[in-house]
Each structure stands twice: as C-alpha cells, then as structure tokens.
T-cell receptor, first 115, second 111 residues
C-alpha cells in the first residue's frame, strides 16, 4: 500500500488567498484525521471523520477552516481566506476502526506558508 | 488541546547511551502510544501499551505505563545516530476515537 498521500507537500500563498489541502487515506481505513503542527502549539487535532462523516470538528480554529470527505478515498481541508497565523504543517492520518487500538498512519504533511 | 506533557523537551546523548523520555497525561485512557517524527516527515507509530499493561518491549524500545500516576516512559537502549528525531506520546480515549498528542521530546544522538 502507498500509505496516506497528501498534496501539496509545500504551499506558499499570500494572505487572503484560498488554500486547499488534499488527502488520500489508506484503502480500507474508515477513520480520517486532520492535524496541524506548529512550534508554539504542537500537534493539534482539527477534525476527524468516520465513514466519511465528520464526527468532531471542535478543533477547527474558526469558520475560515472547513473540511470535507466526499468519499472514502479523498478528503480536503480548505482555508478561506488564509492568514499568516495559519502557517503550519498540516497532517492527514487514517486508521482502521476494526483494530480497536487507535494506531494512526500519517501522511508526510503539507507545509503551508502564508505571507 | 494537548493531553500529554513530555519531559525533557530536548535530550542530547552520545551513540551507545540510553535515552529515556517521560510523558504525563490527564484523563482516563484505553492505551498510550509512542510515535517518532524525523525532521520534515510525518509521524510513525513505534509502540502501543494498553491501560492494563505495565511494561512492553519492542527491539531496543521499552515502554512503561503507570496509570495511577498517569505517566509513561520510553527507553531507547544503545542509541544510534539514526535515532535522532522527535518522539511523541499519544493517548487514546476509552472510546477508541481520538488520539491526542503530547508536546514531544527532541532527541539528538551524536556519533
């Protein structure tokens, strides 16, 4: 299996622009998580899905952030409009609900820089 | 929000030495996991210990869990330069839903 695939790996944009980050989870995994990593706040859980349905979005910073999972093999995290404080590495991770352990498989991350 | 606090924040040792990292958490858990992150990469799962276990081994890794103190430790024996990375503990709630990560320990192993 190719693992969790994220794109783009790097994104540099200007304040006010829309940013879309993409994730393809491991085939057969029914949980998908979006995390954000910064030096100041560490790894923060933004939102997670189970069977394509958002379960907990309490970590989403504000209305500028939105996430979708239209099918089992694709998810997006959108920031509109972007701000410099959104600069971070965004990780997507997936896991199988059948294992009942919670072990996550991470993508390589999308490094976002908002100027 | 972060569940775990890790100690130390940074650790610098020589190859061949042992490295010990500690993690404290706040709420009841189903299991606790340790992950490794190389610079610029995603996190990789290392080892999992369940709440009813006290110690677990995997190769050069040894993990302990003390649920009464809400703490865990990760020991890497006979460290190598390739062990240089950040190490994170993460707790899984009793509903097996969310994984909440600690603040991490940056380990530097010098040749």
């Amino acid at each position: 299996d190719a693992g969790v695939i994220q794109s783009p790996r790097h994104e540099v944009t200007e304040m006010g622009q829309e940013v879309t980050l993409r994730c393809k989870p491991i085939s057969g995994h029914d949980y998908l998580f979006w995390y954000r990593q910064t030096m100041m706040r560490g790894l923060e859980l933004l939102i997670y899905f189970n069977n394509n349905v958002p379960i907990d979005d309490s970590g989403m910073p504000e209305d500028r952030f939105s996430a979708k999972m239209p099918n089992a093999s694709f998810s997006t995290l959108k920031i509109q409009p972007s701000e410099p404080r959104d600069s971070a590495v965004y990780f997507c991770a997936s896991r199988s609900g059948q294992r009942h352990t919670g072990e996550l498989f991470f993508g390589e991350g999308s490094r976002l820089t908002v100027l | 929000s972060q569940q775990g606090e890790e100690d130390p924040q940074a650790l610098s040792i020589q190859e061949g030495e042992n490295a010990t990292m500690n993690c404290s958490y706040k709420t009841s858990i189903n299991n606790l996991q340790w992950y490794r992150q190389n610079s610029g990469r995603g996190l990789v799962h290392l080892i999992l210990i369940r709440s009813n276990e006290r110690e677990k081994h995997s190769g050069r890794l040894r993990v302990t869990l003390d649920t009464s103190k809400k703490s865990s430790s990760l020991l890497i024996t006979a460290s190598r330069a390739a062990d240089t990375a950040s190490y994170f503990c993460a707790t899984v709630d009793t509903g097996f839903q969310k994984l909440v990560f600690g603040t991490g320990t940056r380990l530097l192993v010098s040749p």
